[in-house]
């Protein structure tokens, strides 16, 4: 037993699959906060729009339409975004239970070599202090 076995070989390359999926969703999160901005944008040029503007600017003909596909998009971003963070969330306990098992494989590890090291007489050596 001299350094990390294939056990804590494996755990750490499980780590970093699950930081790497963590960045993934971490990433997945900020691009449909920023659709859901952009939507929410549009909402308010519709919103600012003067409606007398909108008979002589093809650019806001049919501004109903808009504002209910908008609206329909932002609803729908929203839902996303509760999912995603879902996600996040659960790729975040995931990676924290692998760091754990990590770190309780490197404790039996320590104690395994120090059993070794004083033959079964560790208890005498704790008791001695």
Do not use: C, Y
């Not at 960045?23 to 659709?35: F, M, Q, T, V």
Request: positive net charge; hydrophobic residues 45%; without cysteine.
């Amino acid at each position: 037993m001299n350094g990390p076995g294939r056990e804590e070989r494996t755990l750490a390359r499980l780590v970093r699959v699950a930081r790497a999926r963590l960045a993934e969703r971490g990433a997945h999160l900020e691009s449909i906060k920023a659709a859901k901005a952009a939507a929410e944008a549009g909402l308010a040029r519709l919103a600012a729009a003067d409606p007398e503007a909108a008979l002589f600017d093809p650019l806001l003909g049919g501004a109903a339409e808009k504002r209910r596909a908008l609206e329909a998009t932002r609803d729908q971003l929203a839902a996303e975004i509760t999912r995603a963070r879902k996600e996040l969330d659960d790729a975040q306990d995931e990676l924290a239970k692998l760091e754990r098992l990590i770190e309780a494989n490197r404790r039996l590890f320590a104690r395994r070599r120090e059993t070794a090291r004083w033959g079964g007489f560790g208890d005498l050596r704790r008791r001695r202090g």
